[in-house]
């Protein structure tokens, strides 16, 4: 269990540079079990998530290796459709494994994956997806067995989910035929998975839509790709900056992946530019004055995304007045404001999904817990505000999804130090 201890109250200043994004590198690393060719992703992050994600394919047969954020798979001696199953039951995304294994080999068999304290996280939907494929689904005390070769079909889904849209997708590339996907999830992690699909010799279009259209191939050969920048990562960063009124660079960025964060930073008093840089493009933020409070409902993109609510929140701590957060995603994605309101924040909960914040307050340093992955996120940007040392327990969960997040500090004038055991 490590942590991190920050003395707040800095202003930061210098470049963040983001990573490749992770809810993208998942699912391109499990695409590329679809052939039997080797394929190279780079711009991978070295997180904990993306380790975890490598065990698990490594423990069907393939040989991978990864290192300065480049991983090369060589799939062609995969010899099982079993995944470690005390491997899956740790990693929720693990089930985006499921699509590719049936579609070149007709069968899956993996444990029930488990919840997690963001909430339930229930697979009906991917069951859903792949029974319309035509694949048999059978429950057992705590694994599903999946088999039978996925069938071209009409496909709708029953609610936005992304990684349910991702199986689809991946499950239905090697079908003989057309299958219409319906109800697809529209995430900027899915048009870049799809991106890769198709240098694969995929046929899919309308990924970044709601309707997505794959044509079956007879077989897919490797390919190479450079995952896209993580819009989550880049936006955490940019709320850091404005609630310590700093001045950073972040980069690089795809600007049409986070409108709506940018709009509503904005609103509530930010000030930065998005500038091109050589070929790519970034964010400058600058001194700001006083912020004001702008209520937010999560939702799924192009909305106001669940997995930048809990960085919002503390932001919102730091504004003049009175706004409201509604989650609409998960029922357990407020964990961390137990862990604000010890440091001072005003946060009343109005029901489980919805709560108010009344700001400014000064937030008192102390010893908190990370709980989750971005609900870590947001105690790092309160250690970072207040004054004092704060002590942030459990980062493990922050590393499953943020790349080196104490050293990008560090690099921009931060007092954070990690401290292992
Ligand atoms: C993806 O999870 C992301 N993870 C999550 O990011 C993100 O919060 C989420 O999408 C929503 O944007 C990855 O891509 C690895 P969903 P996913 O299926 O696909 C319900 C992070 O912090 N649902 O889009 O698992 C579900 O409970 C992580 O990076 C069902 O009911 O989420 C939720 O209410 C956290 N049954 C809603 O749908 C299902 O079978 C959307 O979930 C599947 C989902």
Do not use: W
């Not at 010893?367 to 327990?393: C, F, Y």
């Amino acid at each position: 269990m490590s942590k991190f201890c920050i003395n707040g109250g800095k202003k930061l200043n210098g470049e963040i540079n983001i990573s490749g994004a992770k809810n993208s590198a998942l699912k391109i690393l499990t695409a590329a079990i679809l052939t039997k060719e080797e394929s190279t992703i780079s711009n991978v992050p070295d997180i904990i998530d993306i380790r975890s994600m490598i065990k698990i394919v490594e423990s069907i047969g393939a040989k991978i290796n990864f290192s300065n954020n480049t991983l090369t798979i060589d799939p062609s001696d995969i010899d099982s459709c079993s995944p470690d199953k005390s491997l899956t039951n740790k990693l929720r995304g693990s089930i985006v494994l499921v699509g590719p294994l049936l579609a070149r080999f007709g069968e899956a068999n993996i444990s029930k994956p488990g919840g997690c304290l963001i909430g339930a996280r229930p697979i009906d939907d991917h069951i859903d997806v792949f029974t319309q494929l035509g694949v048999k689904v059978t429950e057992k005390d705590n694994e599903y067995v999946f088999s039978g070769k996925p069938k071209a079909n009409e496909v709708t889904l029953s609610k936005l989910s992304v990684t349910a849209t991702e199986n689809a997708i991946m499950a239905s590339v090697l079908s003989t035929g057309v299958t219409n996907i319906y109800v697809a999830a529209a995430e900027p992690e899915i048009v870049d998975l799809a991106e890769f699909l198709n240098k694969m010799g995929a046929k899919i279009k309308g990924a970044g839509t709601h309707e997505i259209t794959v044509t079956g191939v007879n077989e897919l050969h490797g390919a190479k790709h450079d995952v896209m920048p993580d819009r989550l990562e880049a936006a955490t960063y940019l709320m850091f900056a404005i609630a310590t009124n700093s001045t950073l660079t972040i980069k690089p960025i795809v600007p049409q992946h986070m409108s709506i964060i940018l709009k509503k930073l904005r609103e509530a008093g930010g000030k930065f530019e998005i500038i091109k840089k050589g070929n790519f493009q970034c964010i400058e933020t600058f001194k700001r004055d006083s912020l004001k409070p702008v209520s937010i409902d999560t939702r799924t993109y192009p909305g106001f995304s669940t997995d930048m609510q809990s960085p919002y929140v503390t932001l919102m701590t730091q504004a003049s007045g009175e706004s409201q957060v509604f989650e609409t995603l998960f029922e357990g994605r407020f964990l961390y404001v137990d862990e604000l309101k010890l440091m001072g924040a005003k946060i009343d909960f109005l029901s489980p999904h919805l709560i108010k914040i009344t700001g400014p307050t000064a937030l008192k340093p102390g010893v908190i817990v990370s709980r989750d992955l971005r609900g870590g996120a947001a105690l790092v940007m309160a250690g970072l505000i207040a004054k004092g040392t704060t002590t942030i327990e459990s980062t493990e969960y922050i590393d499953r999804g943020y790349e080196a997040m104490d050293k990008k500090l560090l690099q921009v004038g931060a007092s954070i130090q990690r401290i292992e055991g």
